[in-house]
Antibody
Framework: EVQLLESGGNFVQPGGSLRLSCTAS????????MSWVRQAPGEGLEWVSA????????YYADSMKGRVTISRDNSKNTLYLQLNTLRADDTAMYYC?????????????WGQGTLVTVSS | QTVVTQEPSFSVSPGGTVTLTCGLS?????????PSWYQQTPGQAPRTLIT???TRSSGVPDRFSGSILGNKAALTITGTQADDESDYYC??????????FGGGTKLTVL
């Protein structure tokens, strides 16, 4: 069974940093691209970033470029998202999602999310 | 900036049929955008319904179907049930490893 478990969400002050993690199980982690998708309270889904399975190629939404870094450690089956210079409008639930881009382009499994709250 | 458009809300009677759409602020949606659809109930993670325009994800009932209607992607629910009341999001693949989600449609079953 595919499982994705996010962690690392927390309350942080504006300008602060945070690293989110997503631990995967139930599949060969390195064989799949992975993404982060966020959702601000009461708002819709927003794709943030994606990373290829083994090449390390990374992709970012224009709105997040320069402030976030996606990475992965295939030996630990773990995906990361480093968030820097956090602003109040970064307050959101952050979901990791297994990403398919060899037979279509979509997200097939989702974690339950980790909540980031940015406030003074 | 690319904007993916969805109806903000829709209502349907139990047993009825509803079609939600996913468009572009500029241009037409085609299969080349690999439209996908996700269902989300309050407090829960999204659930994948439809991928690559028409393919139902594992375990998704066949009353959910995807298509291209005119210049938009569409999600049709037939024989709507009470527990279909959810938010529905489409996502379009923009190329170069980038996706854009629509703003979502809140479906009410009443």
């Amino acid at each position: 069974e595919v499982q994705l478990l996010e962690s690392g969400g927390n309350f942080v002050q504006p300008g602060g940093s945070l690293r989110l993690s997503c631990t995967a199980s139930g599949f060969t982690f390195s064989n799949y691209a992975m993404s982060w998708v966020r959702q601000a309270p009461g708002e819709g889904l927003e794709w943030v970033s994606a990373i290829a399975g083994t090449s390390g190629n990374t992709y970012y939404a224009d709105s997040m470029k320069g402030r976030v870094t996606i990475s992965r450690d295939n030996s630990k089956n773990t995906l990361y998202l480093q968030l820097n210079t956090l602003r109040a409008d970064d307050t959101a639930m952050y979901y990791c999602a297994r990403t398919r881009w060899t037979s279509g382009f979509y997200f097939d499994y989702w974690g339950q999310g980790t909540l980031v709250t940015v406030s003074s | 900036q690319t904007v993916v458009t969805q109806e903000p809300s829709f209502s349907v009677s139990p047993g009825g049929t509803v079609t939600l759409t996913c468009g572009l602020s500029s241009g037409s949606v085609s299969t080349s955008y690999f439209p996908s659809w996700y269902q989300q109930t309050p407090g829960q993670a999204p659930r994948t319904l439809i991928t690559s325009t028409i393919t139902r994800s594992s375990g998704v009932p066949d009353r959910f179907s995807g298509s291209i209607l005119g210049n938009k992607a569409a999600l049709t629910i037939t024989g709507t049930q009470a527990d279909d009341e959810s938010d529905y999001y489409c996502a379009l693949y923009m190329g170069s490893g980038n996706w854009v989600f629509g703003g979502g449609t809140k479906l009410t079953v009443l």
